[in-house]
Structures are given as structure tokens and as C-alpha cells.
């Protein structure tokens, strides 16, 4: 494993007393499933998914620097595999701690490949005078990483956070050609409890329940003000980011 010096949550002035309260009850549940062997099982199997993935030809590892993705990033780097980890990121409506879940993660993983690509939206964002809620979207990740590294690819998707990605598993499974979900079945419990074990940065938005009002397994790290978001929670814990959009 590689351990770091940096707290597990990656600490922040958003996060209020009600928050940490509640993060630090959850972390006492992670600490007591960091223990199931199952981890470890976990582990191997994803490792073993990435190896054969990447014998197959050239890929990389995106990367949003949310909670399923540092894993992705971390089994990247125990395959010892040569894959890049790439992030694209919005130029101007990114979750601005991911910096800092970065920073932490390299300073652990400092022989992993690494690359950044800025994204520019093409479509007006959620409260831009131009935005209308049946407007056509952008397949920002899509537009950014296709191309890239023969545009095989390596990700966090995990069949438990929607209906359309369980049913994508049935058919799919954990690989194809193209793609590679090596932690697909992961429950979020087993998630949040590899991190503990591991060491490895979590980004504040999972503390960032409204001192448990949110399920962290239903929050989400992604570029603000999309169609994607839940605008309540982005107004509470990002208002510079919303400041001047008018209220709905």
C-alpha cells in the first residue's frame, strides 16, 4: 500500500461542524469494514482486470478526482502497468478541491504517468442567461478524451450508482474492447472503506451532507452548475461559484 501523511478527507473551510460530526461517525464505519478480506479480493480481482485490459493495447485512466476514480488511479499505479492518468477538466465550473485531492494523490504516487486536458464548454451552464433546461448537452469527457492513447479507457463507472449502469454491466460486463470498469461491483461501503485502508485523499464534497441531509454515496464530484448537479447542494457549499445566477 501507499501510505500518506495527509488525512484521509481532504480538509475544508466548507465543511461545518454538523459535516465533520457526521463524517467522523462514518469513519468509524469505514475503519471497521477497512478489515474485511474482501478489500483484498476486491483489489486483486480489479488489478487483474487492468492487466489484461492493458495487454491488449494502448489505454489510459480517466480520472475526476472523486472518490472512485482515486481508487481507479491507485490500482493503476499497484498494476505497475505504464497507463497514463489523464484529467480533463472544465475550464471555468470545476470542483475547486480537486486540486487539492490531486496534489495529495501525486505526492504519494510520484512514478505514476500524468496528464491534464482543459475542457471548454461550447453550451451555456445551468443559470447563464442562454441556459434552458431542454437544451442540448455537451459530452464534455467524450470531446476531450476521445483520441487520446488509442481512446481505450479505464474508469471509476460502478453498476450501483444508477439503474442505467447496473443494466450496462449486465450486458457488458467488465470490460469490452474499448472500455475497462474494473471496480464495477463495488457497493459504496466497500468503497469508502478501500480509501480508509489505503490512505488515499478523499475529496471534501462526501462530508459535505448538510451534516447528513445528503447520502455521500449519492454525491457526486463534477464540474458545477451542469445538468448533472444538484443545485441546492452546489448553491449551500459553492456559492462563489453561483454568485451572481440568480436564484430558480
Do not use: N
Not at 45 to 63: K, N, P, S, T, Y
Request: glycine share 8%; net charge negative.
Amino acid at each position: 500500500s501507499f501510505l500518506s501523511e495527509d488525512a484521509v478527507l481532504i480538509d475544508s473551510p466548507r465543511l461545518t461542524p454538523a459535516d465533520r460530526a457526521r463524517w467522523a461517525e462514518l469513519e468509524h464505519y469505514d475503519d471497521a469494514l477497512s478489515g474485511d478480506p474482501m478489500l483484498g479480493r476486491l483489489e486483486a480481482r480489479a488489478v487483474a482486470e487492468i492487466d489484461r485490459f492493458a495487454a491488449a493495447g494502448e489505454c489510459f485512466a480517466g480520472i475526476s478526482w472523486g472518490k472512485d476514480s482515486v481508487i481507479v488511479a491507485h490500482l493503476v499505479a499497484l498494476s505497475g502497468g505504464d497507463i497514463p492518468l489523464v484529467w480533463a477538466r472544465a475550464d471555468r465550473a470545476e470542483s475547486p478541491e480537486c486540486d487539492q485531492v490531486r496534489d495529495a494523490f501525486l505526492r504519494t504516487h510520484p512514478d505514476v504517468r500524468y496528464e491534464e486536458h482543459v475542457y471548454r464548454w461550447r453550451v451555456p451552464l445551468r443559470g447563464d442567461l442562454e441556459w434552458r433546461g431542454d437544451q442540448p448537452g455537451q459530452d464534455a469527457l467524450a470531446d476531450t478524451l476521445d483520441g487520446l492513447h488509442g481512446s481505450r479507457r479505464i474508469t471509476g463507472i460502478r453498476a450501483a450508482e444508477s439503474g442505467g449502469r447496473r443494466m450496462s454491466a449486465r450486458v457488458h460486463g467488465i470490460a469490452t474492447a474499448a472500455s475497462c470498469r474494473p471496480i464495477l461491483h463495488w457497493t459504496d461501503q466497500q468503497v469508502f472503506a478501500y480509501l480508509h485502508r489505503e490512505d488515499l485523499p478523499v475529496h471534501p464534497a462526501y462530508a459535505m451532507s448538510g451534516g447528513g441531509t445528503w447520502d455521500r454515496g449519492r454525491l457526486r464530484v463534477h464540474a458545477l452548475r451542469t445538468e448533472v448537479g444538484d443545485e441546492a447542494w452546489e448553491r449551500r457549499y459553492w456559492p462563489e461559484v453561483w454568485a451572481g445566477v440568480a436564484a430558480p
